[in-house]
């Protein structure tokens, strides 16, 4: 995992502990159910890996000051709050190996809370002085509501093609990621070349990451992945691994798959979870999550051969030991 990254081994811990100081403080509230629920779900950890991308991008041009561990915080918070609402409108259970704040608080507190998170994040943003970054975060926010109902809009969606499918993932999750770099990189003053090649590495990480997610929820067991497996075929997603099956599969298989999406029927995943593992969907998931890792890796070599950018890189093709 990245701790045992040589980058990260001797400043993970001090970045992160730098963050989280902002975070703990930006959480709290007069009324104090926000501070519970707030205080809930960042406690529940995670990989921290949107900050930590625009921690690295920072660094990566030398710049290292409180305004970078501030919106390092930001993306945090505009990623929980993503995740307060994403756990209502999936009803979802588990988060990160914990009961779901909605689960355990409600539905209309949980939504609540995570716009107190949403708005907190552009106060943090606004701290910042920087009108780009506030436009670049306006943008990415909006971006990434706008996947979410895409991703809505294609449940139990059996005809969604592959660039379909990779067109939602780039807007709900990938958009964060590579907003998380191009901030870094303003705060360092980085090129235009120098941005653009940032928020690229943001993008094709994110993409990768979130194909690597569709994959373990099929591959992974609750405790590795922080939720149940099979939630997205229970939730009629139509993920990487099952549009290969209805593309690639044969009929049997791909009339399976379809029925068991429009259905949303999780008593269907023995059954899909055989087709799945019994042919190429698992491994085509995979290489696609390749490429992008390889063109992140790729977009880093107009940056200075450093530590840390060995650290991005490092990273980059962490995603993909998810799976290993």
Same mark, same amino acid.
């Given at each position: 995992?990245?701790?045992?990254?040589?980058?990260?081994?001797?400043?993970?811990?001090?970045?992160?502990?730098?963050?989280?100081?902002?975070?703990?403080?930006?959480?709290?509230?007069?009324?104090?159910?926000?501070?519970?629920?707030?205080?809930?779900?960042?406690?529940? +950890?995670?990989?921290?890996?949107?900050?930590?991308?625009?921690?690295?991008?920072?660094?990566?041009?030398?710049?290292?000051?409180?305004?970078?561990?501030?919106?390092?915080?930001? =993306?945090?918070?505009?990623?929980?709050?993503?995740?307060?609402?994403? /756990?209502?409108? &999936?009803?979802?259970?588990?988060?990160?190996?914990?009961?779901?704040?909605?689960?355990?608080?409600? %539905?209309?507190?949980?939504?609540?809370?995570? /716009?107190?998170?949403?708005?907190?994040?552009?106060?943090?943003?606004?701290?910042?002085?920087?009108?780009?970054?506030?436009?670049?975060?306006? &943008?990415?926010? %909006?971006?990434?509501?706008?996947?979410?109902?895409?991703?809505?809009? %294609?449940?139990?969606?059996?005809?969604?093609?592959?660039?379909?499918?990779?067109?939602?993932?780039?807007?709900?999750?990938?958009?964060?990621?590579?907003?998380?770099?191009?901030?870094?990189?303003?705060?360092? +003053?980085?090129?235009?070349?120098?941005?653009?090649?940032?928020?690229?590495?943001?993008?094709?990480?994110?993409?990768?990451?979130?194909?690597?997610?569709? =994959?373990?929820?099929?591959?992974?067991?609750?405790?590795?992945?922080?939720?149940?497996?099979?939630?997205?075929?229970?939730?009629?997603?139509?993920?990487?691994?099952?549009?290969?099956?209805?593309?690639?599969? /044969?009929?049997?298989?791909?009339?399976?798959?379809?029925?068991?999406?429009?259905?949303?029927?999780?008593?269907?995943?023995?059954?899909?979870?055989?087709?799945?593992?019994?042919?190429?969907?698992?491994?085509?998931?995979?290489?696609?999550?390749?490429?992008?890792?390889?063109?992140?890796?790729?977009?880093?070599?107009?940056?200075?051969?450093?530590? =840390?950018?060995?650290?991005?890189?490092?990273?980059?093709?962490?995603?993909?030991?998810? =799976?290993?």
């Amino acid at each position: 995992m990245l701790e045992n990254l040589p980058y990260f081994q001797r400043h993970l811990n001090d970045d992160l502990a730098k963050v989280n100081v902002v975070i703990n403080q930006a959480v709290q509230s007069e009324v104090a159910l926000i501070s519970q629920i707030g205080t809930y779900i960042i406690s529940a +950890g995670g990989k921290r890996l949107r900050p930590i991308i625009t921690i690295l991008a920072g660094k990566a041009l030398g710049y290292d000051d409180q305004k970078l561990y501030s919106l390092a915080a930001m =993306v945090e918070f505009i990623h929980t709050s993503t995740l307060l609402h994403d /756990d209502v409108v &999936d009803e979802s259970q588990l988060r990160r190996g914990r009961e779901t704040a909605n689960n355990l608080f409600g %539905n209309a507190a949980a939504v609540l809370v995570g /716009d107190f998170l949403y708005t907190r994040a552009f106060q943090l943003m606004v701290g910042s002085g920087s009108m780009k970054i506030l436009e670049i975060m306006a &943008d990415a926010t %909006n971006i990434i509501a706008e996947g979410e109902v895409m991703q809505l809009m %294609n449940i139990g969606n059996t005809d969604i093609t592959e660039a379909e499918y990779v067109r939602v993932i780039q807007y709900k999750t990938a958009k964060l990621f590579e907003a998380a770099a191009q901030v870094g990189a303003i705060l360092a +003053g980085a090129t235009s070349e120098q941005e653009q090649a940032l928020k690229d590495y943001g993008m094709y990480v994110g993409t990768a990451f979130q194909i690597i997610d569709d =994959v373990l929820d099929y591959s992974g067991d609750t405790v590795e992945i922080g939720k149940n497996v099979g939630d997205d075929l229970a939730e009629g997603k139509p993920t990487l691994p099952l549009i290969y099956l209805m593309r690639q599969g /044969d009929e049997s298989v791909a009339s399976d798959v379809r029925q068991a999406l429009e259905n949303a029927d999780r008593s269907c995943f023995d059954k899909i979870y055989r087709h799945v593992i019994h042919s190429e969907a698992l491994s085509y998931s995979v290489s696609e999550a390749k490429k992008a890792v390889e063109k992140a890796v790729t977009c880093l070599d107009i940056l200075p051969d450093n530590e =840390v950018t060995q650290a991005m890189r490092q990273l980059a093709e962490e995603s993909l030991a998810r =799976v290993s």
